[in-house]
């Protein structure tokens, strides 16, 4: 499953994705409740590291892949949308390996 560059991206995709949900519709729900004010802090510090760690993943691909510009700018917006990476995903890449694997 991880034998390429771009299946490792898309695993980073997916955990930078469910990161931001996290942070979004639990850590600050709790903050707010006074339930666990310090889960923001926790979900938080995540969530920049795994951003961080997208951010340098994409701009390697854009490099190496020969990516258009368009993808890496477009991932980087979605990336701001909850449940944004989980959407690119099914309709990009998995339509990239579905056509990748018919011409194989």
Same mark, same amino acid.
């Given at each position: 499953?991880?034998? !390429? ?9 997916? *955990?930078? %994705? *469910? !990161?931001?949900? *996290? ?21 938080? &510090?995540?969530? %920049?590291? *795994? ?50 694997? &018919?011409?194989?």
């Amino acid at each position: 499953m991880l034998h !390429s560059t771009l299946s490792r991206f898309r695993l980073l995709l997916w *955990l930078q %994705g *469910l !990161s931001y949900v *996290l942070l979004l519709f639990v850590a600050f729900p709790l903050r707010e409740s006074g339930i666990m004010p310090q889960a923001v802090t926790w979900f938080g &510090n995540i969530y %920049g590291f *795994l951003f961080l760690m997208y951010l340098l993943f994409m701009v390697s691909l854009y490099t190496t892949q020969k990516w258009r510009l368009r993808r890496p700018i477009a991932l980087f917006f979605v990336s701001f949308i909850p449940l944004g990476n989980f959407i690119y995903d099914l309709l990009v890449f998995r339509k990239l390996d579905r056509s990748r694997s &018919n011409k194989a």
